[in-house]
């Protein structure tokens, strides 16, 4: 039995969906990481918390000849794996999953023509098989990476949209202690002169200004669908891990140089969204949500809900939504924040 939801393949598949649907979101932090890193010839490269691939593939389309090692402690590495043509996954059986199980919910129709995720994913096979043999990857976490990887042999490090779950990360303790680990880790296996470049949203790092623009998290519609989503599954309240206190730029400077690192370069990225994006990261995001806590129920053997239960619960949280907020009242934006530090 699959005790998480991460090691879930039909999460990993809606994680993806959700990335195609936004564009490939993930994909754009990545390329824009890579870029503010500058770098020139680079041959061994590792993607921290690679997720579903989208990083391991900009990495390969931007570094000309660079060997990619991809990392991620999730059964999500397998959709990434798939785009490489690499085993055990076998295509058939994943778009065999994708017919069963769809990865996004009907009612996201009526506000936006999702993407096809089987097309996607035999386009990426077409495109990057050929690559397979530049890439490798590990199911593990970023502070295990010295058990697989010589000390003071990596040019180059990216974790994008990873470093928050250094802080997050409920397996492994005091968090700020597993933080330590993780970068520690990075150090040893950058060569001297070597780059470590990450970046990730308001979520984590307090912006120059101290204002933090992640409305798309905090925005009141989508803590009423949240509210309502919430006491439809019969909880008073979202569950969940507090968040830790987000970090500013001196104690991103202090971390990096506690593990031998200096931080060289940063650029902060903040854009407006449409409202409506708010309404599909809400159905989107619920549909996860719903996925979970069905996982949860199943393993403990309680109730689960068919999809047209969870497509009615999306409906009336929705519902409620727009009856409290008005999208358009309130403008939206995101904020990423890039980081470049050199060993």
Known sequence: MVSSVFDSLQYALFYEQDNLNCGDEYGRHAADSIRLANLGTCSNVVDIGCGTGASTCKLIDMLEGARVVGVEPHRMIDIARLKFGMPPLIPEEIFETVKKHPPYPEILRKYKTPRDLESHLRECIAKYQSCASRTNFYQTDASRIPEFLDADSQDLILASQVVHWFRENPHHGN??????????????????????????????????????????????????????????????????????????????????????????????????????????????????????????????????????????????????????????????????VHYVARK
């Open 175 to 336: 968090p700020s202690s597993y933080e330590g680990k993780a970068i520690g880790a990075i150090n040893h296996c950058l060569k001297e002169g070597g780059i470590f470049v990450f970046n990730t949203t308001s979520r984590g790092v307090l912006m120059s200004n101290g204002q933090n623009l992640e409305q798309m998290g905090e925005h009141p519609f989508r803590r009423a669908f949240k509210e309502r989503l919430y006491v439809l599954l019969g909880k008073t309240k979202e569950t969940g891990r507090k968040m830790p206190k987000k970090l500013d730029d001196n104690e991103i400077d202090k971390i990096m140089g506690e593990n031998g690192l200096t931080i060289i370069a940063k650029k902060e990225e903040i854009r407006r969204v449409e409202p409506k994006t708010v309404r599909e990261n809400c159905i989107t995001g619920g549909h996860m949500s719903l996925f979970e806590s069905d996982f949860k129920s199943s393993n403990q053997r309680g109730k689960t809900l068919s999809m047209k239960e969870r497509e009615q619960v999306l409906e009336e949280a929705l519902t409620y939504a727009e009856t409290t907020c008005l999208l358009e009242e309130i403008d939206v934006t995101t904020s990423v």
